[in-house]
Structure formats: C-alpha cells, structure tokens
C-alpha cells in the first residue's frame, strides 16, 4: 500500500474513533442530587446481567438500577428515588460506600451516564468500577462519610441544586458549604481535556501518522500482510 493511502486510512480510523467514542470532558457541573443511601451496590445492581448482550452504549439507562426501580411486573417502584419527580433529570449520584462492586462491566458507568449521571459522591468505590469512570467521562468523587451524610441530608427533598467543581475539587452543597475531594492530578487533567485512552493516543496522531508513513517507505512489504 502506498504512503498516502496507509496515511489516509489512518485519517479515517481517528476521525471514525473521534466521532463515535468521544468522552465529553468534565469540569463544573450545576445540577440536582439524588440520595440513595445505600451500601455496597454492586456493578450487578447498576446494570443487570440481562443488559450486557450490547456494546452500544445509549439506551443502557434502561436497565439502570432495573431491580431496584421496577417490581417483578415491571412496574416503576414509587419509592425509589430517581422514580421520584423531585429527582428527574438528576446528574449527581450520592451514595453508600463500595459503590460498583462486584464483577467488572464498563456498562455500569455507561448506564450512569446515558440517564445524565455525570458524577457520583460516594466515601469509597471499587477500583475496577472507579478506573472505568475515569475511561468514560464520569467522575467519581471520593469524600469522608461524614461530608458524603452531610450532602445526602441537602439533597432530601429533591429540586435543590449542587455544583461539582472538578478544577476547584469541591462539591458545594444548596446551603452555599463546599467540601472537597483529592483526586489524582493526571486524571484529573484527563477529565477536564476529556481524554480517555484512545484520546490521550489521539494527541499523539501526527507522532503515528509520520512513524506509518516511514515504515511503509522502509518496510514496503509489510503494507501487503
């Protein structure tokens, strides 16, 4: 294959990658909260093993929390929060500790996020479940249980607005507290640049584009495997 078109083909595999898996960057958010109160849920709870037979990651929210929030007829439960209208619309998650638990399923942050969950506040979270937020947009924000019981007791009610500040680190509260939260620097760069890993090997597309072009100047052969 020629130069040009091993180039062009790569021009066409980053613009495909670009469109489709995209993470959308994070850096303040204004919205509601919802409280679940809840310890130890696992990825299983998130996102049933039913909804797992799709890689396509809209229309997950669905099987969001599907146990929890619907009864064996498929009935909303009235109870549940985010069946409840003060918490429609809901973009912040607080919750127990260990969220995410559990077997490892990128699906669970994807369901999360296709309902318009951008952040979940919670004192500690399973590894796998917390390194594949950072994969996909989604920050998980890691606060003392005291100050993770504090925001729960705002957001009762529902139609109360808190702010997530990833530049700041601070999760202000309707009351006008802030408290804060650590997290990693590089990711935390990361998900203010949105960038995932293919986006972090898409800043680097030039880099690829010129080593392709060498190595079919140098290795013509290889263009025909």
């Not at 509601?32 to 849920?41: E, G």
């Not at 318009?116 to 390194?131: P, Q, T």
């Not at 925001?151 to 808190?162: D, K, T």
């Given at each position: 294959?020629p130069?040009a078109l091993?180039q062009?083909?790569l021009q066409?595999?980053i613009?495909?990658?670009?469109?489709q898996f995209?993470?959308?960057?994070?850096?303040?958010?204004?919205?509601?909260?919802?409280?679940l109160?809840?310890?130890n849920i696992d990825?299983d709870?998130?996102?049933?093993k039913q909804f797992?037979k799709?890689?396509?990651r809209?229309?997950l929210?669905?099987?969001?929390?599907?146990?929890?929030?619907f009864d064996?007829q498929?009935r909303?439960?009235?109870?549940f929060?985010?069946?409840?209208?003060?918490?429609?619309?809901?973009?912040?998650?607080?919750t127990?500790?260990?969220?995410g638990?559990g077997?490892s399923?990128?699906h669970?942050?994807?369901?999360?996020?296709?309902?318009?969950?951008?952040c979940?506040?919670?004192?500690?979270f399973?590894d796998?479940f917390?390194?594949?937020?950072?994969?996909?947009g989604?920050?998980?924000?890691i606060?003392?249980?005291a100050?993770?019981?504090a925001?729960?007791a705002?957001?009762?009610?529902?139609?109360h607005?808190f702010s997530v500040?990833?530049?700041?680190?601070t999760?202000t509260?309707?009351?006008?507290?802030s408290?804060?939260?650590?997290?990693?620097?590089?990711?935390?760069?990361?998900?203010l640049?949105?960038?995932d890993?293919?986006?972090?090997?898409?800043?680097k597309a030039?880099?690829?584009?010129?080593?392709e072009?060498?190595?079919a100047?140098?290795q013509?052969?290889?263009e025909?495997?």
């Amino acid at each position: 294959m020629p130069p040009a078109l091993a180039q062009s083909g790569l021009q066409v595999l980053i613009a495909l990658l670009e469109s489709q898996f995209a993470m959308q960057a994070f850096t303040r958010l204004d919205g509601r909260a919802a409280p679940l109160p809840v310890a130890n849920i696992d990825t299983d709870q998130i996102i049933p093993k039913q909804f797992l037979k799709t890689v396509e990651r809209e229309g997950l929210g669905k099987g969001l929390f599907y146990d929890l929030r619907f009864d064996e007829q498929g009935r909303e439960k009235p109870d549940f929060v985010l069946n409840q209208p003060a918490y429609a619309g809901a973009q912040v998650l607080i919750t127990g500790e260990n969220f995410g638990c559990g077997s490892s399923r990128e699906h669970a942050p994807w369901a999360l996020l296709d309902v318009g969950i951008r952040c979940v506040i919670a004192s500690s979270f399973a590894d796998i479940f917390y390194n594949n937020c950072f994969q996909n947009g989604l920050l998980p924000a890691i606060l003392p249980e005291a100050d993770v019981q504090a925001l729960m007791a705002e957001a009762l009610g529902g139609n109360h607005v808190f702010s997530v500040d990833l530049e700041a680190q601070t999760v202000t509260a309707p009351s006008g507290k802030s408290y804060g939260f650590s997290i990693d620097s590089s990711r935390k760069e990361k998900m203010l640049k949105g960038l995932d890993a293919i986006g972090e090997t898409l800043q680097k597309a030039s880099s690829i584009d010129v080593f392709e072009s060498r190595q079919a100047l140098r290795q013509p052969w290889m263009e025909t495997v």
